[in-house]
């Protein structure tokens, strides 16, 4: 899949313009009844809230869905809160899916509250991983005693992260 370029969004925004003018055009031309226009309306007005959202996920956003249980880390960026500008702070961590003991092709971007231990302890895992030593990590949501869990996104969940080396590949005897 080929990134999407700020020409190709500008693009699509256009011709979702253009839907929405061609649906206006319909509405005010013909006579059917008020309650098809309205569903039709209703109809394209979702199709623009499912557009932003998709290409918020493939224009290199952080990912809303919570972080894989295992994962090989690539990089992490820390925005620590500011008590000044009534900012909680953030975690931006880079991280490639692991599947069958094996990472994905695809990285992926996550955003996480800002926590002091889970910025010591990714903090380290970036100091290791320039070392040479590739970090492995696991991820295990928390849910406190806030509300009913299901009911919470789960971008918003608070995760326990371990790092541990990956281990090295064994190399058949000769």
Request: charged share 20%; net charge positive.
């Amino acid at each position: 899949m080929i990134p999407a370029v700020p020409s190709q969004l500008l693009l699509l925004a256009l011709t979702y313009a253009l839907l929405a003018f061609l649906l206006l055009v319909l509405c005010l031309a013909t006579r059917w009844h008020w309650s098809l226009k309205s569903a039709l309306v209703l109809v394209v007005s979702g199709f623009f809230i499912f557009n932003s959202q998709t290409l918020r996920g493939l224009s290199g956003w952080p990912a809303e869905d919570s972080l894989p249980e295992k994962f090989v880390l690539l990089s992490a960026v820390f925005d620590e809160p500011s008590p000044s500008r009534d900012h909680p702070g953030n975690i931006f961590i880079w991280v490639n899916p692991m599947k069958d003991n094996r990472p994905l092709e695809m990285p992926r971007a996550f955003r996480l509250p800002y926590e002091k231990d889970l910025h010591r302890i990714l903090g380290d895992g970036i100091r290791k991983a320039r070392e040479g030593n590739t970090q492995m990590g696991s991820s295990k949501p928390i849910r406190g005693p806030q509300g009913l869990a299901w009911l919470l996104p789960a971008a918003n969940d608070k995760v326990e992260i371990k790092l541990s080396d990956l281990p090295r590949a064994q190399l058949p005897d000769k």
